[in-house]
C-alpha cells in the first residue's frame, strides 16, 4: 500500500537556523496538509496546499513558514529562523481528490530546536 | 470555530471488557467526523469516519447530532487494540478540509 514518506525522522537544529522539513506525498494525491503536535498536546493544522497555492493557513503559520512542492513529488516545509517553541512532530498527509476523502499521514518528523 | 474535546486521557480495560472512548464537538455546520488510531511507533491510520457507517476492527461510532457527539465504542477489547486514538473532526464543505483533533486517549488493553 502506498505512504506518505517523511525525511528527516528526527532533526535537530539551533535557534535562529533555517530548517526544511521533506514529504514525499502519495503519487496520485492532490491534496496536501501539514500538522504539527508539541509534546503532550494535540495535533494542530498548520497548512494545506493545493494545485500549487496554499488552500488554508492556521494562526500558528506565520511569515517564518513557508511550504513548496518544488518538483512534482515532493512537499516542503520550510522553516526560516527557528524558535524554541517550534520543537514539535511535524506530520505531513495527503489526500487523493474530490469529495469526502480521508487524509494519510507520514510516520513524521520529530524536531528538536536548541 | 471548530473543536473537539476528548475529555479523558487514558482509559485502561481488561481483555474482553467492553470500551467507549468518548468524543464531543462544536461545530456550526454539518461536520464530517473520524477516528484515527496511532499504534506504538507507527504512523496516524484512519480507523473509521462516520460517513461511511462501517465497522473497522469491531469498532463502531455513531454520530449524535442531537449531543454533538461520535463515541468510540467496541464490545469486547483486544490486546492489539492498545493504542493511542484520536478523534477529529473537518468541514463537510468539500475536499481539502483541514482536520482538528481533539487531545487523543490512550486505551490499554490488559490481558
Known amino acids: 500500500e502506498p505512504e506518505v514518506t517523511q525525511t528527516p525522522s528526527h532533526q535537530v537544529t539551533q535557534m535562529g537556523q533555517e530548517v526544511i522539513l521533506r514529504c514525499v506525498p502519495i503519487s496520485n494525491h492532490l491534496y496536501f496538509y501539514w500538522y504539527r503536535q508539541i509534546l503532550g498536546q494535540k495535533v494542530e493544522f498548520l497548512v494545506s496546499f493545493y494545485n500549487n497555492e496554499i488552500s488554508e493557513k492556521s494562526e500558528i503559520f506565520d511569515d517564518q513558514f513557508s511550504v513548496e512542492r518544488p518538483d512534482g513529488s515532493n512537499f516542503t516545509l520550510k522553516i526560516r529562523s527557528t524558535k524554541l517553541e517550534d520543537s514539535a512532530m511535524y506530520f505531513c498527509?495527503?489526500?487523493?481528490?474530490?469529495?469526502?476523502?480521508?487524509?494519510?499521514f507520514g510516520d513524521g518528523t520529530r524536531l528538536s530546536i536548541l | 470555530a471548530q473543536r473537539v474535546t476528548q475529555p479523558e486521557k487514558l482509559l485502561s480495560v481488561f481483555k474482553g471488557a467492553p470500551v467507549e472512548l468518548k468524543c464531543n464537538y462544536s461545530?456550526?455546520?454539518?461536520?464530517?467526523l473520524f477516528w484515527y488510531v496511532q499504534y506504538s511507533r507507527q504512523r496516524l491510520q484512519l480507523l473509521l469516519r462516520h460517513i461511511s457507517r462501517e465497522s473497522i476492527k469491531g469498532f463502531t461510532a455513531d454520530l449524535n447530532k442531537g449531543e454533538t457527539s461520535f463515541h468510540l465504542k467496541k464490545p469486547f477489547a483486544q490486546e492489539e487494540d492498545s493504542a493511542m486514538y484520536y478523534c477529529?473532526?473537518?468541514?463537510?464543505?468539500?475536499?481539502?478540509?483541514?482536520?482538528?483533533f481533539g487531545k487523543g486517549i490512550t486505551l490499554s488493553v490488559r490481558p
Open positions: 498527509a495527503s489526500s487523493p481528490g474530490q469529495g469526502y476523502q480521508p487524509q494519510h
Open positions: 461545530y456550526s455546520g454539518s461536520p464530517e
Open positions: 477529529a473532526l473537518s468541514r463537510i464543505t468539500g475536499a481539502n478540509s483541514k482536520l482538528t
